[in-house]
């Protein structure tokens, strides 16, 4: 396995990142689940760019392991994620990500 | 560099900001002063500090099923992706996006190769071994060489461990004081993620990553299963 990581100044007005610490739903599963984060300070417009990558996996192996981590949807203030499986068996115990939004 | 300026005085000198060329269009008659089109270092460097120059970014995402001539399966090639992008340092490749089966370990990988400065690299993702991989995504960040409000940086599970080499135990997490390049002049905002796997399928998959202890000069990163997991 491999972890990479970025690190900045926090009160770059060019750049916000920030964690989705979504729950832990052991010993019950999810299917989809759909937070919006603020980021610490208001940016002057729309990021251009947004990376986005999962940080964190709790997946029953009994099933095929399909899991999508998206961001639908930002702007100046906050960001939209989308954390979801396309088959109904296989869903997640846990999943989280993180975000980078450059201007 | 104000301070050093003196009024309306250095404003007509032929030397000064004020006194550029422009064209004929934009002046009233001939009684305007028309000065010479050197900018001078005081107003060059006043200029730098009210316009600092800005930088792009790429961020892109790549899969292995939109590589040219790839399919799914098990023991598949990897995945080949040739970018062009001026942005090719600080490059990181963060994994959202998987779709494998059971038939063997759960393995997945996207690392970079060929980056040619200002110009591009190639992403390269897959799996290996007998691992059943029907698609995987990955997110790719890079900055401009000279962009300095990042850092970034990578590290495999098997350089954290100590001791003997051989595999690290089960449900081992492994914890390593990370050292930025150059210190950040306040306490930096760090994200870590992963961007490759390489799990026994006999135990559910798990993995965490995080970072704790952070500071001005480095962060300690923590990494790895739990619950017995390999």
Redo the contacts between chains.
């Keep these: 396995m491999e972890a990479q990581w970025l690190a900045h100044e926090p009160d770059d007005p060019s750049i916000q990142s920030g964690t989705f610490d979504n729950p832990n739903y052991y010993p019950n599963k999810a299917k989809e689940y759909k937070p919006r984060v603020s980021y610490n300070t208001t940016m002057r417009k729309k990021p251009t760019a947004m990376f986005r990558a999962i940080s964190y996996l709790d997946i029953d192996r009994s099933h095929n392991i399909r899991l999508e981590y998206q961001l639908p949807n930002w702007n100046e203030q906050w960001v939209e994620a989308k954390f979801a499986t396309w088959a109904e068996e296989s869903k997640w115990y846990g999943f989280r990500g993180v975000f980078v939004a450059v201007l | 560099m104000i301070e050093s300026a003196k009024g309306c005085e250095q404003l007509q000198s032929a030397q000064s900001i004020m006194g550029y060329d422009r064209p004929a269009n934009l002046s009233y008659g001939d009684d305007e002063r028309r000065g010479g089109i050197v900018i001078d270092d005081e107003a060059r460097k006043l200029l730098e500090a009210l316009y600092p120059k800005s930088y792009s ?3 892109r995402e790549v899969s292995c099923s939109s590589a040219p001539g790839w399919t799914g399966g098990i023991g598949r090639p990897y995945a080949y992706h040739n970018i062009e992008a001026k942005q090719t340092a ?1 490059l ?11 038939n063997g370990w ?1 393995r997945l ?1 996207c690392y970079t190769q060929n980056v040619l400065s200002r110009s591009g690299y190639t992403a390269v993702l897959g799996s290996w071994d007998d691992t059943h991989l ?1 698609d995987a ?5 890079s900055f401009d060489e000279e962009d300095q ?9 098997m350089d954290m461990r100590t001791g003997n080499s051989g595999l690290p135990p089960a449900g081992a997490r492994y914890t390593k004081r ?1 050292n ?1 390049t150059r210190p ?16 026994a ?11 704790y202890d952070i500071d001005r000069n480095g ?1 300690t ?1 923590s ?2 299963p739990w619950g017995g997991q390999s």
């Design positions: 970014v790429s961020c600080n990181i490749t963060g994994l959202c996006r998987i779709d494998m089966g059971l759960f990988k029907f995504s990955y997110s790719i960040l409000r990042v850092q970034t940086g990578r590290m495999p599970y990370i930025f950040f002049k306040k306490v930096p905002k760090v994200v870590t993620f992963i961007s490759a796997i390489d799990s399928n006999w135990v559910n998959l798990r993995v965490e990553i995080y970072p962060f990163l990494f790895g």
